[in-house]
Every structure is written in C-alpha cells, then in structure tokens.
C-alpha cells in the first residue's frame, strides 16, 4: 500500500477513466486511486471494477447514488483516505486537463519539501491554460483575482482542482461545515487549510481543456463562487479555526 492516495470524482467519464487509470499506475512514484463515481449512465463504474482486476490492492471504487455534487465527492474520499491511513491525498480531475505527471511534482512539494497543501496553478507564472475559449480564460483568472481580494490568500489560482494535502490539513477540518457543494467547494478548503496556518505552496502547472466527454462547467458555479466567497469571509470573523503546529 502506498502512502499516496489520488481521489478522482467521476460522471461520465468511460472515455477518459482506463487511459488516465494506466497513466497514474506508470508514474515513478506509487500512488494508489479512488475513484468516486456518481452513478455515471455511461458505464464508468463497470469499466473502474474491471481495471481492479488488473491492479488490485491500488485502484478503489466508491459507487454513489447519483450526482451529488463535487466537494460531496471529494469529502467522501477525504474520509476514505483518512480511515485508510493516508499520509498525502490528492484531488485530481479524469480528463486530463490536469496533467497525471504533476502529481510527482505535487508529491515532492509535501513530501519533501514539507509544504501542507501543494496547489497545481495556473496562474502563479502567467496564464498557463490551453485550449480554453478567451472568455472563460479571463473569467476565471477574474475570479481567483476576486478571492484573492476578498480573503486575503497570497494564492493566485484559488479555484484550483488540482492539490495535495497533507493528512494534518484534513484531519483538523470539520467535513459536516463544509458549505459549497460545487466548485467553489476548492475555494472554501484553500481558505480553511490558509485560516489554520498550514503552508501552502503553488507548483506551476499547465491545465489543457478536455478532449473528451462534456465539460460540468455552468453559470451557476461563479455565481456560488462570488456570493458566496463574500459570506465566507463575513463569517469568518466570528469563527475559531483549528492551528496547525509549524
């Protein structure tokens, strides 16, 4: 058992899931895979239980109801990996837009370097982003700006979905006040993991757009991202949060 544990939240994703699950088991260090997948219609699942044939002991599957929402997703890994005694617990997306290499990158920033949360950025050299239309480049970017300006985090890409925590961060989060469901979800836990004093680091990375299956982008992630972004704050002035010892 390795002491890495990659969670990936999955709805269909039958094209990506086998190659992305290959590419994870080559990297020259060991991680193990969870898969969280939300009843995905497409087969996601089957193809996952068929893949643990050939790397049993190193790919895991969490079968949910139906779609739950992505930080839902990630808190059920997050309580898997912990139960499983974990030491490092990645986020990472089944696309590709995050490329499955960096996690070696994302891995030494923690494991050797000695940072809590190691974030794969974006934006901390530039715009790293390929493939994007402009307009979702520039929101985006807008909106890490925005939650840089209103909490106060030194972290140029906070709407990242790419991390490395280390167990500490997460044993010392209360998972039931988790607020955001959606993608706002990875603002609310930089924010968090920042409240506490853990170190965080920003590794640069370059993120490609999907070339298979359909983006779960919508409107509705921003408008719970900049809403809800400002409440957070508000509140956080009337919260205690846990600290990480240096």
């Not at 960096?102 to 050797?112: G, I, K, N, Y």
């Not at 940072?115 to 715009?127: C, E, N, Q």
């Not at 919508?218 to 957070?232: C, R, T, W, Y």
Request: net charge positive; with cysteine.
């Amino acid at each position: 058992m390795s002491d890495s544990l990659v969670i990936i939240p999955t709805y269909n994703e039958k094209d990506n899931i086998e190659p992305m699950v290959h590419k994870v088991f080559t990297l020259p260090v060991p991680f193990d895979l969870l898969i969280v997948d939300d009843n995905s219609p497409d087969g996601t699942a089957q193809l996952v239980k068929q893949l643990q044939e050939k790397y049993p002991q190193r790919l895991f599957l969490l079968s949910r109801p139906g779609k739950l929402g992505l930080g839902t997703a990630y808190i059920a890994g997050f309580k898997w990996a912990l139960e499983h005694g974990y030491e490092y617990i990645f986020e990472m997306d089944a696309d590709f837009s995050h490329n499955p290499e960096d996690l070696v990158r994302l891995h030494h920033a923690c494991a050797v370097e000695g940072a809590d949360v190691a974030i794969g950025s974006r934006y901390k050299t530039g715009v790293n982003v390929v493939n994007w239309p402009i307009g979702r480049v520039i929101m985006s970017y807008f909106a890490s700006v925005y939650v840089r300006k209103i909490t106060g985090m030194d972290i140029h890409d906070t709407t990242a979905g790419f991390k490395c925590y280390r167990r500490r961060v997460l044993e010392n989060i209360s998972f039931e006040k988790i607020r955001f469901k959606g993608y706002a979800f990875q603002i609310e836990m930089k924010f968090l993991a920042w409240k506490m004093k853990a170190r965080i680091v920003e590794v640069p990375i370059i993120f490609t757009d999907r070339k298979q299956g359909q983006s779960k982008m919508s409107g509705g992630i921003f408008n719970e991202a900049f809403f809800g972004v400002l409440k957070m704050k508000l509140q956080s002035f009337f919260k205690k949060y846990p600290q990480l010892n240096p």
